[in-house]
């Protein structure tokens, strides 16, 4: 029945906070004024257009991809220190962050631009570092370097994996990039071996608890001088991922 629910309001000195996923008519979800450090809010909330959480104690928020029609969002009197708005915040009006220690603002370009560009002004005004990030991938700023090429990752924050070609037919990965102020350098040390490279980033998906593990080669099986080895974990056997993955930190249980 949670996904019928379209206001949900807790003033109930809450410490902690699992938000249902999927709640897809929920409009107005209201925490003021509980003791909440953290808050992470799940996909599905794609027709939240308020959200409150004066009030409490946040160090993080985190918000999912997909909740595009957030207009009002309220953190007064909390502790956050740093605070990324996602590139779907496009209807976002109104933001009141007064009363935190904050440092760092990310946010859209477009963002930036229009619909809060009053806040923007306001809190560089009050010494905070606001990052801004165009919405669509662009590398730029190229430049070579002893034996390697460098060049800017522009983009929405996040994970990037980053891909190079000689041909455009064939690409390979060269690495993972974290961009967590919307630019990025990225240094390709591989650029010397062929007379002609082409790039591309792709940003990835980043599932909470989920953690992203790049091309690698390893060697799989025990060794025979390992104690207590049985006889089926052998023989080693050297394995290579051409490719990264992404995999949970944690078991997965089966509601997940």
């Known amino acids: 029945m949670t996904n019928l629910l379209t206001v949900l309001s807790f003033a109930n000195q ?3 906070l699992t938000v249902p996923a999927n709640l897809t008519r929920l409009h107005n979800l209201d925490l003021d004024f509980n003791h909440l450090r953290n808050l992470s809010l799940p ?11 004066s009030g409490n104690q946040l160090t993080n928020l985190s918000f999912p991809s997909d ?25 976002l009006t109104s933001i009141f962050l007064e009363g935190n220690p904050l440092t760092t603002l990310v946010l859209s370009e477009p963002l930036a631009a229009t619909n ?36 800017g990752i522009t983009g929405p924050p996040g994970v990037y994996a980053v891909l190079g070609s000689t041909d455009l037919a064939v690409w390979s990965a060269l690495g993972v990039a974290t961009n967590s102020l919307g630019s990025i ?55 290579t991922l051409s490719r990264g993955f992404w995999i949970g930190k ?6 997940e």
């Open 14 to 16: 809450l410490t902690n």
């Open 43 to 53: 996909a599905g909330l794609t027709n939240l257009s308020r959200l409150t959480v």
């Open 67 to 91: 909740m595009r029609n957030l207009t009002f969002l309220d953190l007064r009197d909390n502790k956050l220190i740093n605070l990324t708005l996602p590139p779907d915040l496009t209807k």
């Open 116 to 151: 809060l560009a009053g806040v923007v002004a306001w809190l560089r005004n009050q010494g905070v570092s606001v990052f801004t990030y165009p919405l669509a991938i662009e590398l730029l700023r190229p430049r070579t370097l002893v034996g390697a090429f460098q060049f």
């Open 185 to 239: 350098n990225f240094t390709d040390v591989t650029a010397n071996l062929a007379p002609q490279k082409f790039y591309r980033a792709l940003l990835q998906g980043s599932p909470t608890n989920m953690v992203f593990i790049p091309p690698i080669t390893f060697k799989m099986g025990s060794p025979t001088n390992e104690q207590g080895r049985s006889i089926k974990e052998g023989p080693q056997t050297t394995v």
């Open 250 to 255: 944690y078991e997965v249980t089966q509601e």
